[in-house]
């Protein structure tokens, strides 16, 4: 069976780093896929931040490009985020999910984390 | 990018109603629209795929339908655990996009 699990700081201060981590059970990420995340502000709709395949370069949501990173650790089986520069308006429950189809089209997320709620705050 | 407009934001039904949500793109394309479930403190459902394709394990009152630039969920006899909000989420473009969403309420 398929789980994933972020992980990371629950509280970021203003202009810092967010950091989060999904491990992946039950399915390796050195499979053809792509992992994603995404995220959800508390009241507001979902938004796609970016995908990553093992083996390539990872898409970002160009609204967010100039301040993430996603990576991948496959000894370790997981994939990480790092936005940097947050605000208030990054607070949200961050979200991974997969695999995502490597050719793309018609990719869809059959699997997902719990999420992670991350407060942006001083 | 590729905007995805649903419709309506919100609606009221009863148990046992036939409700269609509708999700239009700005870009034609087809077989490339998914749609998800959504519960307050639960991650996403994945619903449908590849437009009419039924995730494993999803009752089969969930359909899906359309092409080009509109797309419908269409949910038949509407069952308690299906008040949620539903959103959809297109994957032609490198850069994906969610829909705004959809709150389907009990009346």
């Known amino acids: 069976q398929v789980q994933l699990q972020e992980s990371g700081p629950g509280l970021v201060k203003p202009s810092e780093t967010l950091s989060l981590t999904c491990t992946v059970s039950?399915?390796?990420?050195?499979?053809?896929?792509?992992w994603g995340w995404i995220r959800q502000p508390p009241g507001k709709g979902l938004e796609w931040i970016g995908n990553?395949?093992?083996?390539?370069?990872?898409y970002y949501n160009p609204s967010l490009k100039s301040r993430v990173t996603i990576s991948v650790d496959t000894p370790q089986n997981q994939v990480s985020l790092k936005m940097r520069s947050v605000t208030a308006a990054d607070t949200a429950v961050y979200y991974c999910?997969?695999?995502?189809?490597?050719?793309?089209?018609?990719?869809?997320?059959?699997?997902w984390g719990q999420g992670a709620l991350v407060t942006v705050s001083s | 990018d590729i905007l995805l407009t649903q419709s309506p934001s919100s609606l009221s039904a009863s148990v046992g109603d036939t409700v269609s949500i509708t999700c239009r793109t700005s870009q034609s394309f087809s077989n490339y629209l998914n749609w998800y479930q959504v519960k307050p403190g639960k991650p996403p459902k994945l619903l449908i795929h590849s437009t009419s394709s039924l995730q494993s394990g999803v009752p089969s009152r969930f359909s899906g339908s359309g092409s080009g630039t509109d797309f419908t969920l269409t949910i038949s006899s509407l069952q308690p655990e299906d008040f949620a909000t539903y959103y959809c989420q297109q994957s032609y473009s490198t850069s994906l996009s969610f829909g705004g969403g959809t709150k389907v309420e009990i009346k």
């Open positions: 999910a997969g695999p995502f189809s490597i050719s793309w089209y018609g990719g869809h997320f059959d699997y």
């Open positions: 990553i395949y093992h083996s390539g370069s990872p």
């Open positions: 039950g399915y390796s990420i050195s499979s053809d896929y792509y």
